[in-house]
């Protein structure tokens, strides 16, 4: 079975307003969740993570935000540009396994 | 370019050959992943290797797929006889130690089509 959902499957967004991408999860023993940022052709790379001991983290335009009693996790992507148009993954991860689960992605398109 | 490495980018096969995809870690990193990525979906967990050990192979089918990690050189994910449904793009990443989590850096992958 899929061990994070990720929703939506694609995203419409115009510039400068708000991307918001949401994932959930089963499994109560994930403690790593990053997201990842993938243009065509590119393998995906590390946008930013967070654990569950805290809520929200911001890196500059991004900030993850967690909700650990609903098992849900989200990125916000503020002031949206068409740089960012891209394909973002979230992912789970237990311990020191390094075995990360994988959302289904969100294909975004920030429109000029 | 200190990233991880893959080769070839595109790889074509016919039905039956065998594919050999190569990965070159990031330089300290001793711990390699190998993912599949078929269109439109998202990254799917094969096997986790260490230098000279098979350390999760949870992911891997359990035929025709195999994969090493040898004491030098590259990780080699080899696939026997191929078909259609192999047809993916197959992602390496690399970490520097296990003990606690550390993020993966990915390779930009090998394009695998069979005709």
């Known amino acids: 079975q899929q061990q994070v959902k990720q929703s939506p499957q694609s995203l419409i967004v115009q510039k400068g307003g708000i991307s918001i991408i949401n994932c959930a999860y089963e499994?109560?023993?994930?403690?790593?969740f990053p997201w990842y940022q993938q243009f065509p052709g590119k393998g995906p790379a590390l946008l930013i993570a967070i654990r569950p001991d805290v809520s929200e983290k911001k890196e500059g335009r991004f900030t993850i935000s967690f909700n650990k009693s609903a098992k849900q996790f989200s990125l916000h992507i503020m002031d949206s540009q068409p740089g960012d148009s891209a394909t973002y993954f979230c992912?789970?991860?237990?311990?020191?396994?390094?075995?990360?689960?994988f959302g289904s992605g969100t294909k975004l398109n920030v429109k000029p | 370019n200190a990233g991880v490495m893959q080769n070839p980018r595109h790889l074509v096969r016919r039905r039956g050959q065998e594919a050999r995809l190569r990965c070159s870690p990031m330089?300290?990193?001793?711990?390699v992943y190998w993912y599949r990525q078929l269109p439109e979906e998202g990254l799917k967990f094969m096997v986790y290797l260490q230098k000279e050990n098979i350390i999760d192979e949870s992911g891997m089918p359990k035929e025709r797929f195999s994969a090493e990690f040898p004491k030098e050189g590259p990780s080699i994910l080899r696939i026997q006889q191929v078909v259609r449904g192999d047809s993916a793009a197959y992602f390496c990443?690399?970490?520097?130690?296990?003990?606690?989590?550390?993020?993966?850096?990915f390779g930009d992958g090998t394009r695998l089509s069979i005709l």
């Open positions: 499994n109560t023993a994930f403690d790593y």
């Open positions: 990443a690399s970490s520097p130690v296990q003990g606690i989590v550390q993020p993966q850096h």
């Open positions: 330089k300290g990193h001793s711990h």
């Open positions: 992912a789970a991860s237990i311990g020191n396994f390094n075995k990360f689960y």
